[in-house]
């Protein structure tokens, strides 16, 4: 097609739509624009064509749309733009209420698993997991298939090199939900033995705490600190759990162990909070 042809065609296109936009055949009317300039090489066009119909036209008339602006992506976009296409589809078939169809389009999304095991590449692709899993709760009402999902996720998740500890939390915070308390300190032991962090320590303390599981706490406190001797918030949160029980010996002891590490990250926390505790007894 010559430049001429181009742009009288383009201009046709541009006047039909203003004129049709709010007509109930406008979809057909902006894939077939699209895919005029998808021919024409204008991808750019193309994208800008598929993400204004998408904005203007109502989500019960956009099934073939969203289809073809997925397709169209999976051939000219980056990772990026696959994945918004795919979520903008899925949450066209959460309205429409098709749950195999969701299924389907989740199913599709997480299949596309980040070709490098560099943290950065796996952040979004993590959030499909999370939406997939709070969809099956949430919204289909299946528990088991919830159960599923997290499994899996962390399955697919190169722990060895780097985790996510949201992903943990969640599904331990699911089983606590289905009153599953067994499940949820299963969880939450394998985050610890597999992909320790600050968060998951913390979240498992706090959990045990409310259940008033002391000696529980007191064993998560110790794994803690052997993962991270030099934590002084955790030293710290240490000795106020034992000073909370009147168990001041105990408080006194795990101080004195912990301003004898090597090395610690805030000396001025653990002092200052060491200063506070002997006053507060009056040592000081």
Known sequence: MKNGEVARSRNVYERAVDKLSDDEEAEQLFVAFAEFEERCKETERARAIYKFALDHIPKGRAEDLYRKFVAFEKQYGDREGIEDAIVGKRRLEESVGDKERIREVYERAIANVPPAEEKRYWQRYIYLWINYALYEELDAGDMERTRDVYKECLNQIPHLKFSFAKIWLLAAQFEIRQ???????????????????????????????????????RKLYEKYLEWSPENCYAWSKYAELERSLSETDRARAIFELAIAQPALDMPELLWKAYINFETAEGGI
């Not at 992909?195 to 259940?211: H, R, W």
Request: contains cysteine; proline residues 3%; aromatic residues 6%.
């Open 179 to 217: 009153l599953n308390l067994k499940a949820a300190r299963q969880i939450l032991g394998n985050a610890i033995g597999k992909a320790p962090k600050d968060k998951i320590f913390k979240k498992y303390i706090e959990i045990e705490l409310q259940l008033g599981n002391i000696d529980r706490c």
